[in-house]
C-alpha cells in the first residue's frame, strides 16, 4: 500500500502537536493525511476523544492508517470496537503512556484507564522506548503482546516527542513506509 492509497489519520496525545512534532511534520507533508482534532488538548475526556477518533474513521473515503502518538495511542485502541469493519488496515502506534502504572500522569490521562487488551483487528507496530518516562518497555512489550502489534525497540528514545529530540523522526516515516509496503 502507498500512502496515495490510503487516507492516513493522525492522532496526538495530551496538549496535540506542535509544530515542531514529527506528527504535525508529518501531517503537512503526506498528502493523504491529517489530524485527528480533539475539543480540548489539555483535558482530554475519554469518551469524547474516541468519539472523534471514530468519526473520523467513519468519514474516510479510503483504507485507514492510523498514526498515533501517546495518550493518542490509548484513546485509539479503546475506539476499535466501534470501527466500521474493515475501514482500518493498519497501525502505527508510538509511545503508549501507561495510563494504569504511571503515578505521575495527570488525573485526566489515568482517566483512560484500564488499557484494553483484546486482540487488534488489523496489522499494528507498537513503537517504544526503553526510556519513556511514561511507560516501561516490559509494560509495552506486554500490550504489543496482547494487542497482536509488532514491537519496535527505539532504543533510549525517550517519549519519541519534541523534548526528546524527535521532531522530523525520519527514522519513524521510514518504518512507516517499511509498514504500508507490507499491508
Known amino acids: 500500500m502507498k500512502t496515495a492509497d490510503c487516507d492516513i489519520l493522525i492522532i496526538p496525545g495530551l496538549a496535540g502537536s506542535e509544530a515542531e512534532h514529527w506528527q504535525a511534520r508529518w501531517a503537512s507533508r503526506l498528502g493523504t493525511a491529517r489530524l485527528v482534532e480533539q475539543d480540548d488538548w489539555h483535558a482530554p475526556e475519554p469518551a469524547a476523544w474516541r468519539a472523534r477518533i471514530v468519526e473520523a474513521v ?5 483504507p485507514v492508517i492510523l498514526i498515533a502518538h ?18 482500518v488496515r493498519g497501525a502505527l502506534l508510538v509511545a503508549l503512556p501507561d495510563v494504569e502504572e504511571t503515578p505521575d500522569l495527570p488525573a485526566a490521562v489515568r482517566a483512560f484507564a484500564p488499557l ?6 488489523f496489522p499494528s507496530l507498537l513503537v517504544a522506548s526503553r526510556s519513556d518516562p511514561y511507560c ?14 509488532l514491537l519496535v525497540d527505539a532504543g533510549e528514545s525517550g517519549h519519541i516527542n519534541v523534548a526528546s529530540g524527535h521532531g522530523p523522526w525520519p527514522e519513524g516515516l521510514m518504518r512507516l513506509a517499511g509498514f504500508l509496503r507490507n499491508l
Open 136 to 149: 516501561r518497555y516490559e509494560r509495552a512489550e506486554d500490550f504489543a503482546y496482547a494487542w497482536g502489534s
Open 116 to 121: 484494553p487488551r483484546e486482540p487488534l483487528p
Open 70 to 87: 501517546s495518550l493518542g495511542v490509548v484513546a485509539s485502541v479503546e475506539a476499535v470496537s466501534d470501527f466500521p469493519p474493515g475501514t
Open 58 to 62: 467513519a468519514g474516510a473515503t479510503r
